[in-house]
């Protein structure tokens, strides 16, 4: 594998379920993001960690758990979604993270559809 | 309220010919600036950066412009290839804003 890869690639859920989404990166890089994408609007991030440890919560709510065990891997724990939350969720790494000039490398992202 | 625009959701343009797209973004103080662009499923893939002490950066068929006092980068593709067929966002670096996006359709 190379790059960054997501799976799963869709999921469906409901509102009570519990699942979650799995990131991981094979280009050594040490920090590690999750985005929101939903319709018409743009990508909104919504955490950033940094050598293992979170150095960015955007307002996301606590519905969305993250957890960032290494620098290659990320995941992105989900229960009691509600139907907005339907979205397109991207995973990123980049060489550095925090606020540090440098491009991101986005995986294909998972669909996920709450019911 | 978004900190970058993108103006066009779309733009078609003839294969060979420029490819113009826009963005704007409302603080003085971001100080880089990229481009991605997107097949469909498949995430962004980074295309081209400029840094705000420059006002132009090219590489290859891509030229980006940086105008400070407008607020305003525009990417330029020359000549534009059926290739280039995606969704182009751009970013302000290092504050992680990105815009809606433009689907450009390169027509053979």
């Known amino acids: 594998e190379t790059g960054v890869t997501q799976t799963p690639r869709h999921l469906v859920m409901g509102m009570t379920n519990k699942k979650s989404l799995k990131c991981e990166q094979h280009?050594?890089?040490?920090?590690m993001y999750w985005y929101k994408q939903s319709a018409k609007k743009p990508l909104e991030l919504m955490f950033v960690?940094?050598?293992?440890?979170?150095?960015e919560n955007n307002s996301v709510p606590s519905r969305f758990s993250p957890e960032c065990p290494n620098s290659s891997h990320l995941f992105l724990h989900l229960h009691t979604l509600q139907p907005e939350d339907s979205a397109l969720y991207l995973c990123?790494?980049?060489?550095?993270?925090?606020?540090?000039?440098?491009?991101?490398?986005f995986g294909p992202g998972t669909r996920l559809t709450v019911l | 309220d978004q900190q970058v625009k993108q103006n066009s959701p779309s733009l078609s343009v003839q294969e060979g010919r420029i490819s113009i797209l826009n963005c704007d973004y409302t603080?003085?103080?971001?100080?880089?600036f990229l481009w991605y662009k997107k097949y469909p499923a498949e995430g962004p893939t980074f295309l081209i950066s400029?840094?705000?002490?420059?006002d132009k950066n090219e590489d290859g068929r891509f030229t980006v412009f940086l105008n400070k006092s407008a607020k305003h980068l525009s990417l330029h593709i020359v000549p534009s290839q059926p290739g280039d067929s995606a969704v182009y966002f751009c970013?302000?670096?290092?504050?992680?804003?990105f815009g809606t996006g433009t689907s450009l359709t390169v027509i053979p």
């Open positions: 603080n003085s103080m971001f100080d880089y």
């Open positions: 990123a790494s980049s060489q550095m993270g925090g606020r540090t000039y440098n491009e991101q490398f």
């Open positions: 970013e302000t670096g290092n504050q992680f804003y």
């Open positions: 960690y940094n050598f293992k440890e979170q150095t």
């Open positions: 280009l050594g890089h040490n920090a």
């Open positions: 400029i840094s705000s002490i420059k």
